[in-house]
């Protein structure tokens, strides 16, 4: 475990993961720097979340608004990005250049974790899989089947950072993380178990390339040991191509038996079933999954598989499953105004989400509902192509807003008489989309939120975007 002790540590970013990473190396004696590009005034609420610490360790952060200044590198023993600090920044490419390790807050949480550890990572599921996981292991717990752990902590890109819970465990309980491939870019230690459910295109505004990002997920198993365990979406070949790296024991989910000399879950006739190598364990059956879309059975296998790697029963994981009905901003139900369902799916910030989204109304009660579709945002240079195939399917009426709208508009082309989507409106921003999806919409329809796009051009983030969503329609009752 490092020595702090003096260390000078830059922390570039206010946000969460910033503040909870200065708040664990100030009490442990570094000197630390915490750097935003934000002036000061609109990062008051961050320095308040530091104004518990006691005066003697609050005396060891400084704060450095308004810029980046490369001077904050003299003397500097590590620089820490936060998540949604891109590493091309002139402050972190100077600090490369000078030979200042970089690391940031998962890296370090990793490097003095006493515990066992889960990493969850992909390009879509991986709150609801990590959100699963962490119930799974808490009804282990709490019906003694699981006593091998005391605690369940979760959190990660999700949640608390992890960092922030590290003083309260202890060697026998289990941290489950979400990891983001902003986190793992720095990976150097790497999780016990390691799950790896999809890689489709996403964050390529950040990353550039799908080969840059491929890398930043490659690390959370380059970085296992042969003692480590990992776990792969089997039907995605993205993941599946990383099988190659597993260093461990391996795991797979998928619609088919995992492979010989491998264990994993499986689709098993209609039952989410468990593959010990030599006999099948049924969990629940596929009716019985309380999430909307094939894509949360695969998330629930997955759940299933990385559950079996950390020997957890799979009576709690039956139990688990049985009463986990999502969580908010994934295709979150948020009520029936005039006839018909709205639903808030604001996580969608890539195109691949929405049609998951949008293919998650494929049953026979559904399939011939029409949809109302709010999308838009800010772009993340991701294709939109076969999307714009599916909309012209499935969408009776587009309603475009946020900067991405007319890009998307000019990709899906424009409405033909008689042809889906009947109409294609562009709204400047959300409460406008709402207040049009209000007045086309008629009883029996779906009116979906699936952006497709991310959330900075209107809100801090895509909870703050669907907030804002479910009070806009709430409030339409009262209209």
């Known amino acids: 475990m490092m ?19 200065a708040r664990y190396l100030a009490s442990r004696g570094a000197r630390v720097v915490v750097n935003d590009q934000k002036p000061a005034e609109q990062l008051q609420s961050s320095i308040d979340q530091l104004s518990d610490l006691d005066p003697q360790i609050s005396t060891r952060i400084d704060w450095s608004f308004g810029g980046h200044p490369i001077a904050l590198l003299d003397g500097a023993d590590l620089v820490c990005p ?19 390790p970089l690391s940031n807050d998962s890296q370090i949480f990793l490097e003095a974790c006493p515990c066992q550890t889960i990493g969850i990572t992909g390009s879509a599921g991986k709150t609801t899989t990590t959100t699963l996981v962490g119930k799974i292991v808490q009804d282990a717990i709490g019906s003694g089947e699981g006593a091998v752990y005391r ?8 949640g608390s950072p992890m960092i922030s819970m590290l003083d309260q465990m202890q060697p026998n309980d289990l941290a489950v993380m979400e ?19 999809n890689i489709t295109p996403n964050h390529l505004d950040r990353h550039a390339t799908m080969e840059a990002y491929i890398a930043a997920k490659r690390r959370i198993l380059e970085n296992q040991t042969s003692h480590d365990a990992a776990v792969l979406g089997g039907d995605d070949p993205g993941a599946w191509e990383l099988l190659g790296l597993v260093q461990g024991r ?8 995992p492979p010989e000399r491998m264990k994993g879950s499986y689709l098993n006739g209609d039952w989410l079933s468990l593959w010990d190598g030599k006999e099948s364990i049924q969990v629940v059956r596929v009716d019985e999954v309380q999430l909307r879309g094939w894509h949360n059975v695969e998330n629930t296998l997955a759940a299933c598989a990385i559950s079996q790697a950390a020997n957890l029963p799979y009576t709690s994981m039956r139990k688990a499953i049985l009463s986990f009905i999502g969580v908010p901003h994934r295709l979150e139900w948020i009520s029936s105004w005039r006839g018909a369902d709205w639903y808030n799916d604001s996580i969608a910030s890539a195109p691949e989400r929405v049609t998951a989204a949008i293919h998650s109304f494929d049953s026979l009660t559904d399939l011939h509902r029409p949809i109302v579709l709010l999308a838009g945002g800010r772009d993340k240079k991701l294709p939109w192509d076969g999307l714009a195939e599916l909309i ?16 998307i508009a ?9 042809k889906r989507p009947f109409s294609i409106e562009i709204c400047v921003d959300l409460e406008q989309a709402v207040k049009l999806a209000a007045r086309v919409v008629e009883p029996g329809d779906i009116v979906l939120l699936s ?6 051009d209107e809100f801090r983030d895509f909870e703050e975007r669907g907030e804002a969503f479910k009070r806009w329609v709430i409030n339409l009752s009262c209209v």
């Open 410 to 418: 000019s990709t899906i082309g424009v409405s033909e008489p008689g």
């Open 250 to 257: 391996r795991y797979s989910f998928g619609k088919g038996k």
């Open 179 to 197: 990891l983001s491939s902003f986190q793992l870019e720095l990976m150097t230690k790497s999780v016990d178990i390691a799950c790896v459910l």
């Open 3 to 21: 020595d702090w002790q003096g260390k000078r540590v830059i922390v570039i970013g206010a946000a969460r993961q910033g503040i909870a990473l």
């Open 451 to 456: 952006p497709g796009g991310t959330s900075f």
């Open 392 to 407: 012209h399917e499935r969408v009776e009426h587009l309603i475009l807003f946020g900067e991405a709208a007319r890009m």
């Open 82 to 100: 936060s998540g949604g600090v891109p590493l091309d920044v002139p402050l972190v490419l100077e600090a490369i250049q000078r030979s200042i």
């Open 151 to 158: 605690k369940v902590w979760v959190g990660g890109n999700i």
